[in-house]
Nanobody, 127 residues
């Protein structure tokens, strides 16, 4: 069992940068993939980015490339999502999720088929 706790959300101004954290506990996740998603009010959850813990391979949803950066700190068992040039449309609850990595898993990850999820952290961007 893996527990995930997100933090770092809050009220920010448009144009600001923000780094969200996702702390994993419960078991080692050296063979896991961790992903970030968000869900805006009245909208469906959407995939943002993912990172494989072992080799730090990353992939992003096309529309966040260049503005979002996913990373991880192995010693702290923490994944991060840095968001630059925040826009009001970035307002959402941001979730991290994790599951054991496996071949050909990327499509399932993008669709949100991961076993463990955090409770989310709210980011509100004012204009």
């Amino acid at each position: 069992q893996v527990q995930l706790v997100e933090s770092g959300g809050g009220l920010v101004q448009a144009g600001d940068s923000l780094t969200l954290s996702c702390v994993a506990s419960g078991r080692a996740i050296s063979d896991y993939v961790v992903a970030w998603f968000r869900q805006a009010p009245g909208k469906e959850r959407e995939f943002l980015a993912a990172i494989t813990w072992s080799d730090e391979d990353t992939y992003y949803e096309d529309y966040v490339k260049g503005r979002f950066t996913i990373s991880r700190n192995n010693a702290k068992n923490t994944a991060y999502l840095q968001i630059n040039s925040l826009k009001p449309e970035d307002t959402a609850v941001y979730y991290c999720a994790a599951d054991a990595d496996r071949p050909f898993f990327q499509t399932a990850i993008v669709l949100g088929y991961l076993e463990f999820w955090g409770q989310g952290t709210l980011v509100t961007v004012s204009s």
